[in-house]
C-alpha cells in the first residue's frame, strides 16, 4: 500500500452513520453551556476569585455605613431615610437571591456569576457618580440585582469545585468567614476611603475586583453541569415585594410611630404577601425556596439561625457607627479603625472552624458563639456617653466579633457540606437569602426601636436610641442560643 494511500480522506461510505435522534441529542448538548469547554482544573485559583467576589458583595453591606454623616450632607437625605442607603441593597439583595440560584442552574452558574459581577460593577461606576439621593438609591438596588446574580452561583461553583469532604469543609468555612469578616472589613475600608478620598469611593473601589473577577471567571471557574428547572415567577415576586413592603414599613415606622396608615398598611401587605409566597411554594413544580431542604433538622436550624444572628450582630453595626461618629466625634478613617479588631477576630475564628466542627459539632459552637453575642449586645447597651474607646468600648466589640465568628460560621459548612449537587444554587441562594433577610429586618426593627427610645428622650437620643436597638439585638441573640439548642451532634469525621 502507498503512502498516497494511507493519507487520502476517508470516503463518505466509511463515516460512521449516526441515528436522527442521536444527531439531534448532540446538536442539543453542543449548545448547552454546562458542556463548554472546561478550563484545566485550578482549585487555588478558582477558589481565591470565588472569595474575592464573596468579599466584595459583602463589603458593600456596610461599607456605607462609615460614609453615611457625608453622603447624608452631600445629597440631603433626611435622617430616616438615610437607612435606605443601606437597605436598597440588602433588600434587593436578599429578595432576589432565591431567583438568582434558580436563573444560575438555568443558564449556567459560572455564567450568571460572570454577568452578576459585570452588573455589579457598573452599578458600582454609577453609584459613585450619583449626584441625588435617588440616583444612589437607584444605582444601590442595582448592585443588588448584581449580587443577587452572582451570590448563589459563587457558593455553587465552591461546592462543585471541592469534591473531597475535607477539602470542601476547609473551603466552605473559609467562605463563610470570609463572608462575615467582609461586614467588619467593610467598615473599615469605608472609614479609611471616606476620610481620605471620598464617600464616592466606597463605591469605586469595586471597579478593579469586579473588572478582575469577570476577566478571570471564565479561564478559571468550572462550569457544574445543570439541572432541569424552570422559574418561580409567582414565589420571586412575593418574596422580593413581601420583604420589601415589611422593611418599609418597618423603617416609616421609626419617624413616624405605629399610629399611622403608612406604616401598618406595607406591614400587612408584605404579611400577606409572604404568606403567598409560602403558599406558593407548595404549588410551583420547582419551588425557589426546596421545603425538603429543611427536612434536615441541622440544616433547618442552621438556617433560622442564619436569619436571626445576623439580624442581632450585623444590624447593630449602623448604630455602632453612628455611636462613634456622632457621640464620640470620630472621624471616619478613626471609625473605620475602631472596627478593625472585629474584622480581625472573625476572620481568625473562621479558620479555626475545620478544626473544631468535625471534633465538637454544632451544637457547643453555635450556642457559645451566641453566648458570646448576647454578652456583647449587652455590654454595648451599657456604654454611656462620651466613653473611652479602651476598654469601655473594646471589650464588648472583641467579645461580639468573637461570638459572630463562632456562631455563624459553621453554619454555611452545616448546610452546604451535605446538599446534593442538583440541589446546591437553591440551598446556597437560600441560605444567603434568609441571612441577608435577616440582616435588612433587622436593621429596619432595631431602627424603629431606636426612633421610638430617641422620641422619648430627645436630650440624650443618640446615646437612648442606641441602647435600646443593643438591648433588642440582645433580645434576638438569646432566640439564637434556643435555636443552637436543637442542633444534633454530627459523627466525627476520620
Same mark, same amino acid.
Given at each position: 500500500?502507498?503512502?498516497?494511500?494511507?493519507?487520502?480522506?476517508?470516503?463518505?461510505?466509511?463515516?460512521?452513520?449516526?441515528?436522527?435522534?442521536?444527531?439531534?441529542?448532540?446538536?442539543?448538548?453542543?449548545?448547552?453551556?454546562?458542556?463548554?469547554?472546561?478550563?484545566?482544573?485550578?482549585?487555588?485559583?478558582?477558589?481565591?476569585?470565588?472569595?474575592?467576589?464573596?468579599?466584595?458583595?459583602?463589603?458593600?453591606?456596610?461599607?456605607?455605613?462609615?460614609?453615611?454623616?457625608?453622603?447624608?450632607?452631600?445629597?440631603?437625605?433626611?435622617?430616616?431615610? +438615610? &437607612?435606605?442607603?443601606?437597605?436598597?441593597?440588602?433588600?434587593? #439583595? *436578599?429578595?432576589? /437571591?432565591? %431567583? @438568582? $440560584?434558580? =436563573?444560575? !442552574?438555568?443558564?449556567?452558574?459560572?455564567?450568571?456569576?460572570?454577568?452578576?459581577?459585570?452588573?455589579?460593577?457598573?452599578?458600582?461606576?454609577?453609584?459613585?457618580?450619583?449626584?441625588?439621593?435617588?440616583?444612589?438609591?437607584?444605582?444601590?438596588?442595582?448592585?443588588?440585582?448584581?449580587?443577587?446574580?452572582?451570590?448563589?452561583?459563587?457558593?455553587?461553583?465552591?461546592?462543585?469545585?471541592?469534591?473531597?469532604?475535607?477539602?470542601?469543609?476547609?473551603? +466552605? &468555612?473559609?467562605?463563610?468567614?470570609?463572608?462575615?469578616?467582609? #461586614? *467588619?472589613?467593610? /467598615?473599615? %475600608? @469605608? $472609614?479609611? =476611603?471616606? !476620610?481620605?478620598?471620598?464617600?464616592?469611593?466606597?463605591?469605586?473601589?469595586?471597579?478593579?475586583?469586579?473588572?478582575?473577577?469577570?476577566?478571570?471567571?471564565?479561564?478559571?471557574?468550572?462550569?457544574?453541569?445543570?439541572?432541569?428547572?424552570?422559574?418561580?415567577?409567582?414565589?420571586?415576586?412575593?418574596?422580593?415585594?413581601?420583604?420589601?413592603?415589611?422593611?418599609?414599613?418597618?423603617?416609616?415606622?421609626?419617624?413616624?410611630?405605629?399610629?399611622?396608615?403608612?406604616?401598618?398598611?406595607?406591614?400587612?401587605?408584605?404579611?400577606?404577601?409572604?404568606?403567598?409566597?409560602?403558599?406558593?411554594?407548595?404549588?410551583?413544580?420547582?419551588?425557589?425556596?426546596?421545603?425538603?431542604?429543611?427536612?434536615?433538622?441541622?440544616?433547618?436550624?442552621?438556617?433560622?439561625?442564619?436569619?436571626?444572628?445576623?439580624?442581632?450582630?450585623?444590624?447593630?453595626?449602623?448604630?455602632?457607627?453612628?455611636?462613634?461618629?456622632?457621640?464620640?466625634?470620630?472621624?471616619?478613617?478613626?471609625?473605620?479603625?475602631?472596627?478593625?479588631?472585629?474584622?480581625?477576630?472573625?476572620?481568625?475564628?473562621?479558620?479555626?472552624?475545620?478544626?473544631?466542627?468535625?471534633?465538637?459539632?454544632?451544637?457547643?459552637?453555635?450556642?457559645?458563639?451566641?453566648?458570646?453575642?448576647?454578652?456583647?449586645?449587652?455590654?454595648?447597651?451599657?456604654?454611656?456617653?462620651?466613653?473611652?474607646?479602651?476598654?469601655?468600648?473594646?471589650?464588648?466589640?472583641?467579645?461580639?466579633?468573637?461570638?459572630?465568628?463562632?456562631?455563624?460560621?459553621?453554619?454555611?459548612?452545616?448546610?452546604?457540606?451535605?446538599?446534593?449537587?442538583?440541589?446546591?444554587?437553591?440551598?446556597?441562594?437560600?441560605?444567603?437569602?434568609?441571612?441577608?433577610?435577616?440582616?435588612?429586618?433587622?436593621?429596619?426593627?432595631?431602627?424603629?426601636?431606636?426612633?421610638?427610645?430617641?422620641?422619648?428622650?430627645?436630650?440624650?437620643?443618640?446615646?437612648?436610641?442606641?441602647?435600646?436597638?443593643?438591648?433588642?439585638?440582645?433580645?434576638?441573640?438569646?432566640?439564637?442560643?434556643?435555636?443552637?439548642?436543637?442542633?444534633?451532634?454530627?459523627?466525627?469525621?476520620?
Amino acid at each position: 500500500m502507498s503512502e498516497r494511500t494511507l493519507q487520502s480522506p476517508v470516503t463518505p461510505a466509511a463515516r460512521p452513520v449516526l441515528p436522527p435522534a442521536a444527531v439531534q441529542t448532540h446538536a442539543r448538548n453542543a449548545r448547552r453551556p454546562d458542556l463548554d469547554p472546561q478550563p484545566r482544573a485550578r482549585p487555588g485559583l478558582a477558589l481565591a476569585v470565588i472569595l474575592s467576589a464573596q468579599l466584595m458583595l459583602m463589603i458593600d453591606a456596610t461599607v456605607m455605613n462609615v460614609a453615611l454623616p457625608r453622603i447624608q450632607e452631600g445629597l440631603h437625605f433626611s435622617s430616616s431615610s +438615610l &437607612a435606605w442607603v443601606l437597605d436598597a441593597y440588602t433588600l434587593t #439583595f *436578599g429578595g432576589l /437571591l432565591l %431567583l @438568582g $440560584g434558580r =436563573l444560575g !442552574d438555568l443558564f449556567g452558574r459560572r455564567r450568571l456569576f460572570t454577568l452578576g459581577i459585570v452588573v455589579f460593577t457598573l452599578a458600582s461606576l454609577a453609584g459613585g457618580l450619583a449626584t441625588s439621593a435617588t440616583f444612589l438609591l437607584a444605582a444601590r438596588v442595582a448592585q443588588g440585582v448584581g449580587a443577587a446574580m452572582a451570590g448563589p452561583s459563587a457558593i455553587a461553583l465552591l461546592n462543585s469545585t471541592f469534591t473531597e469532604t475535607k477539602a470542601r469543609v476547609r473551603a +466552605l &468555612a473559609l467562605f463563610s468567614g470570609i463572608s462575615s469578616a467582609g #461586614f *467588619g472589613v467593610g /467598615l473599615v %475600608l @469605608g $472609614g479609611v =476611603l471616606t !476620610d481620605a478620598v471620598s464617600w464616592r469611593w466606597v463605591m469605586f473601589i469595586n471597579i478593579p475586583f469586579g473588572v478582575i473577577a469577570a476577566a478571570l471567571a471564565g479561564r478559571v471557574l468550572r462550569q457544574p453541569a445543570r439541572h432541569e428547572t424552570s422559574v418561580d415567577v409567582v414565589g420571586a415576586l412575593t418574596a422580593t415585594l413581601g420583604v420589601g413592603s415589611l422593611v418599609y414599613g418597618l423603617i416609616h415606622a421609626a419617624s413616624e410611630g405605629w399610629g399611622n396608615a403608612v406604616t401598618l398598611a406595607p406591614i400587612g401587605v408584605g404579611v400577606l404577601l409572604l404568606a403567598g409566597f409560602v403558599f406558593s411554594l407548595t404549588r410551583a413544580r420547582h419551588p425557589l425556596l426546596p421545603l425538603h431542604l429543611f427536612k434536615d433538622r441541622n440544616r433547618a436550624a442552621a438556617y433560622a439561625n442564619f436569619m436571626i444572628g445576623p439580624a442581632a450582630g450585623f444590624g447593630s453595626f449602623f448604630f455602632l457607627t453612628q455611636y462613634l461618629q456622632e457621640e464620640l466625634h470620630y472621624s471616619p478613617l478613626r471609625t473605620g479603625f475602631a472596627f478593625l479588631p472585629m474584622s480581625a477576630i472573625i476572620f481568625t475564628a473562621s479558620r479555626l472552624i475545620p478544626r473544631l466542627l468535625p471534633r465538637f459539632g454544632p451544637k457547643p459552637m453555635a450556642v457559645t458563639g451566641s453566648v458570646l453575642l448576647l454578652i456583647g449586645l449587652v455590654g454595648f447597651a451599657q456604654v454611656g456617653a462620651h466613653a473611652a474607646y479602651f476598654p469601655t468600648v473594646l471589650w464588648p466589640m472583641v467579645v461580639m466579633a468573637l461570638g459572630i465568628g463562632l456562631a455563624f460560621s459553621p453554619l454555611t459548612v452545616v448546610i452546604m457540606s451535605s446538599v446534593r449537587p442538583e440541589d446546591a444554587g437553591a440551598a446556597g441562594g437560600t441560605m444567603q437569602t434568609v441571612q441577608q433577610t435577616g440582616v435588612t429586618l433587622g436593621l429596619a426593627l432595631l431602627v424603629t426601636v431606636s426612633g421610638a427610645a430617641a422620641r422619648h428622650n430627645p436630650a440624650t437620643a443618640l446615646v437612648s436610641g442606641t441602647h435600646a436597638a443593643m438591648y433588642a439585638a440582645a433580645v434576638a441573640a438569646a432566640a439564637s442560643i434556643l435555636v443552637g439548642l436543637t442542633f444534633r451532634k454530627q459523627q466525627r469525621e476520620e
